[in-house]
């Protein structure tokens, strides 16, 4: 089912080229949101993963080339082709694996669920970086933390950024909505604040590694942690630094603290 498509106008193609973020995740009259991957190595995570593919958007040449084996294991997906400069005008850049996929988003997993066997977890909250969203998730992934929960207040892991930085890691690492830190504490979880205060410990302080179950939260860059978070937290925790440099990208603070506090 291969069709081609001459112009960004094609109402077939509006969730690669009309539709807000927002608005692929509320699809109107559809039981569930999508989601738009890029590059042939992403979406084969995310088919692997067990997400469902709606319709695909590439090259001509992808279609023989790096999306073929995709193409052949889904026979009844829409594959919508048209030219480089047409991709490009729908993305705004030139893409350099040519292929994007609609993808159908999954219910949102229960917090208890994601965390029944979870030792060392990511809280990310109010980070609406998409950028550093993807890179926490694939510090997460490649360093070991069970599962990461975001506050409503911060940016969906499915946006199409993130999930184009994290290398598809998104799909790998469970994920879900926290709704209040209680929620952490009622299942085992001390929580630990990365924040500059008067209280601070070190990252390197044995009582951290100590723990069975641990939440590492990450803020905001500007702004960082809001006072009630880290007042709430069981510890308040700093990553010693040199050259009176007082803070680090939250990405990067991130996969510090992964790699030091890893179960």
């Not at 106008?9 to 509006?14: G, K, L, S, T, V």
């Not at 593919?53 to 829409?78: N, S, V, W």
């Amino acid at each position: 089912m291969i069709y081609e498509v001459t112009s960004i106008e094609d109402p077939r193609i509006a969730p690669f080229c009309k539709l807000t973020e927002a608005q692929l995740r509320s699809r109107l009259n559809a039981d569930q949101g999508i989601f738009i991957a890029e590059s042939p190595k992403v979406i084969r995570v995310a088919l692997q993963a067990g997400y469902e593919p709606e319709a695909l958007l590439c090259e001509k040449k992808h279609i023989e080339g790096d999306a073929a084996t995709i193409i052949q294991e889904h026979p009844d997906m829409p594959v919508y082709t048209g030219t480089r400069e047409l991709l490009s005008e729908i993305t705004g850049y030139t893409l350099t694996r040519g292929v994007l996929c609609a993808m159908k988003r999954k219910p949102e997993p229960l917090l208890d669920h994601v965390l029944k066997d979870a030792r060392r977890v990511c809280v990310i909250d109010a980070v609406c970086d998409t950028t550093n969203i993807g890179a926490i998730f694939r510090s997460a992934a490649a360093l070991g933390i069970d599962a990461v929960l975001l506050t409503r207040s911060s940016c969906d892991p499915l946006n199409r950024r993130a999930i184009r930085v994290s290398m598809g890691t998104v799909f790998l690492v469970p994920w879900t909505w926290l709704n209040d830190y209680e929620e952490l504490h009622r299942l085992g979880f001390r929580t630990a604040a990365m924040a500059l205060t008067d209280k601070s410990i070190s990252l390197a302080d044995p009582i951290l590694k100590q723990q069975e179950r641990l939440a590492i939260i990450m803020g905001t860059e500007g702004d960082g942690l809001p006072l009630e978070t880290i007042e709430k937290a069981d510890f308040t925790v700093r990553i010693s630094m040199f050259h009176q440099v007082d803070s680090l990208n939250v990405a990067a603070a991130a996969a510090v603290a992964f790699w030091e506090l890893r179960a």
